[in-house]
């Protein structure tokens, strides 16, 4: 580990603080470098993974309309610019969620698998605990700041490996763009990804970013290059993508020069 940490100083030394609030760095399964990684803090849309996972557990869904509600409409923060009565199909609201964050489409979501968002929560407090993430409590599905939600570093770091062993995860969160037509073809958006590694780091994988005045600037990205893999967890960073781009990097490096 004291070769990467050595690449790392001038990047923490740089912004007069550190590199994040808590950060989490593995390769190939292998932690090569960590700061705060077990502390409880509010992880913005980071949180999304745990209810695109949950909403999966019925794969039926993908194909199923969904209605855009008034509170899904007028949803704050990221959205996909959804209108109250639009009709989507699961399948593009759950990558609309993952590709732009988007609330509005995260609320749609909640409120057609269970029978309102709040019995939502309570499922992803109960799937918390089947999967043994001891240090993460929601209160809303999409990372609003919220008193009583938080995660850890390592904690999402185990949610985003899970994840992305679903098919329908691992494709959406690795768009640079999609496009968003709802099922009458009268509505169409062309959604950007919020993730700015996705074609500028080689080997970027996804997974999410999130963002707010509470959480700060949050992130978790793999990337892949040839049978190596990086994972690195960010929450609370002053600057996240040269921050992330030069750490992954230098774990490629640091394991290239063993």
Same mark, same amino acid.
């Given at each position: 580990?004291?070769?990467?940490?050595?690449?790392?100083?001038?990047?923490?030394?740089?912004?007069?603080?550190?590199? /994040?609030? !808590?950060?989490?760095?593995? &390769?190939? #399964?292998?932690?090569? $470098? *960590? @700061?705060?990684?077990?502390?409880? =803090?509010? %992880?913005?849309?980071?949180?999304?993974?745990?209810?695109?996972?949950?909403?999966?557990?019925?794969?039926?869904?993908?194909?199923?309309?969904?209605?855009?509600?008034?509170? /899904?409409? !007028?949803?704050?923060?990221? &959205?996909? #610019?959804?209108?109250? $009565? *639009? @009709?989507?199909?699961?399948?593009? =609201?759950? %990558?609309?969620?993952?590709?732009?964050?988007?609330?509005?489409?995260?609320?749609?979501?909640?409120?057609?698998?269970?029978?309102?968002?709040?019995?939502?929560?309570?499922?992803?407090?109960?799937?918390?605990?089947?999967?043994?993430?001891?240090?993460?409590?929601?209160?809303?599905?999409?990372?609003?700041?919220?008193?009583?939600?938080?995660?850890?570093?390592?904690?999402?770091?185990?949610?985003?490996?899970?994840?992305?062993?679903?098919?329908?995860?691992?494709?959406?969160?690795?768009?640079?763009?999609?496009?968003?037509?709802?099922?009458?073809?009268?509505?169409?958006?062309?959604?950007?990804?919020?993730?700015?590694?996705?074609?500028?780091?080689?080997?970027?994988?996804?997974?999410?970013?999130?963002?707010?005045?509470?959480?700060?600037?949050?992130?978790?990205?793999?990337?892949?290059?040839?049978?190596?893999?990086?994972?690195?967890?960010?929450?609370?960073?002053?600057?996240?993508?040269?921050?992330?781009?030069?750490?992954?990097?230098?774990?490629?490096?640091?394991?290239?020069?063993?």
């Amino acid at each position: 580990m004291t070769v990467l940490l050595g690449l790392l100083l001038p990047l923490a030394a740089s912004g007069d603080g550190p590199i /994040a609030t !808590a950060w989490l760095l593995e &390769r190939d #399964g292998v932690v090569r $470098g *960590e @700061r705060n990684a077990d502390a409880h =803090l509010p %992880a913005a849309s980071l949180g999304k993974l745990m209810t695109a996972v949950l909403w999966l557990q019925r794969p039926e869904r993908l194909e199923q309309t969904l209605s855009i509600s008034e509170r /899904a409409a !007028a949803a704050t923060g990221a &959205r996909a #610019g959804l209108g109250q $009565g *639009e @009709r989507y199909l699961g399948r593009d =609201l759950l %990558a609309a969620m993952l590709v732009r964050s988007a609330n509005d489409a995260c609320l749609a979501l909640a409120e057609n698998a269970s029978a309102s968002v709040e019995d939502f929560v309570q499922d992803m407090n109960r799937a918390v605990a089947v999967l043994e993430l001891a240090d993460t409590r929601f209160v809303n599905p999409c990372g609003w700041d919220a008193e009583g939600q938080y995660s850890t570093a390592r904690d999402l770091l185990k949610l985003a490996r899970l994840a992305m062993e679903y098919p329908e995860i691992r494709t959406a969160v690795a768009r640079r763009e999609f496009l968003l037509e709802s099922t009458d073809r009268r509505h169409s958006r062309q959604l950007r990804s919020t993730n700015l590694l996705l074609g500028n780091l080689d080997g970027a994988r996804g997974v999410k970013t999130g963002f707010t005045a509470r959480a700060g600037k949050c992130l978790i990205a793999l990337t892949e290059r040839g049978e190596h893999q990086v994972w690195l967890v960010l929450l609370g960073a002053p600057e996240r993508w040269w921050t992330a781009h030069a750490m992954i990097d230098g774990a490629f490096d640091a394991g290239s020069a063993r």
